[in-house]
């Protein structure tokens, strides 16, 4: 399970807390999803649960396991909103093995895989990928890392409709296999999941659905 206990969030360049008394968990197959108006703190509690920044109180537990950010880090796998404007290879081969010293061709085919992308040419610029593609293409980068934790920033933002259902099938089908938090300002996107969701407005979580 993975769990947030009572977590705040004040950096010191806020006057007021951006995040406070966030408990919440998520399981394999019920992915937190959490949505709420813009400035409410989802992109924040995403840099949070993922270690990017580190909360001024609270907990967070992994598998029973209290999680220091740099740990989280190591964990988490960030798909920011329209992760598709910050590729920076040259090929899909290249975007995939940024940051990696070595990148086993079979850890590659698989992940191209799962994500959908099985038969493409890995020697074409990302740039040029479908749109679907390119969002297919972002969460293989974050997937090629393992990542225990998979976290998503308005995962079906700017996509075209019938697109938006292949890349909600595809983020279903991932949360089966890992904890994922979804943030969302279109918490009804994810209503025939049926799972809860939660609403962060003025630091106030209510259960959605
Ligand atoms: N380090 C910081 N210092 C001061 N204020 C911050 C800091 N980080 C975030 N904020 C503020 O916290 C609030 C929440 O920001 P955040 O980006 O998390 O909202 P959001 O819910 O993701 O919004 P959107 O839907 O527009 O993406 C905003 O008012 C933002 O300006
Ligand atoms: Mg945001």
New binding site residues.
């Given amino acids: 399970m993975l769990k947030l206990e009572d977590i705040e969030y004040h950096?010191s360049?806020?006057e007021k807390p951006?995040l406070r008394g966030i408990s919440l968990d998520a399981n394999k197959g019920q992915p937190l999803i959490i949505s709420?108006p813009?400035?409410?703190?989802?992109?924040?509690l995403i840099e949070v649960i993922s270690g990017l920044v580190t909360q001024s109180k609270g907990t967070i537990y992994c598998d029973n396991e209290e999680l220091k950010g740099r740990q989280r880090r190591a964990i988490s796998g960030v798909v920011f909103?329209f992760p598709e404007r910050h590729f920076i290879g040259m090929t899909v081969a290249h975007e995939l093995r940024l940051g990696h010293r070595r990148l086993p061709g079979e850890l590659q085919s698989e992940v191209l895989t799962r994500v959908g992308l099985g038969s493409i040419d890995i020697s074409e610029l990302p740039e040029k990928l479908s749109g679907g593609q390119q969002r297919r293409l972002a969460i293989a980068v974050q997937l090629i890392r393992r990542p225990k934790i998979l976290l998503l920033d308005e995962p079906t933002a700017g996509l075209d409709w019938s697109i938006r259902e292949e890349i909600l099938k595809l983020i279903k089908q991932l949360s089966r296999e890992q904890y994922m938090v979804i943030?969302t300002?279109e918490p009804e996107t994810f209503a025939s999941w049926n799972i809860r969701s939660y609403q962060l407005d003025k630091q106030i979580l209510n259960p959605a659905i």
């Fill in positions: 950096p360049t806020s951006i709420g813009s400035g409410s703190g989802k992109t924040t909103q943030v300002h």
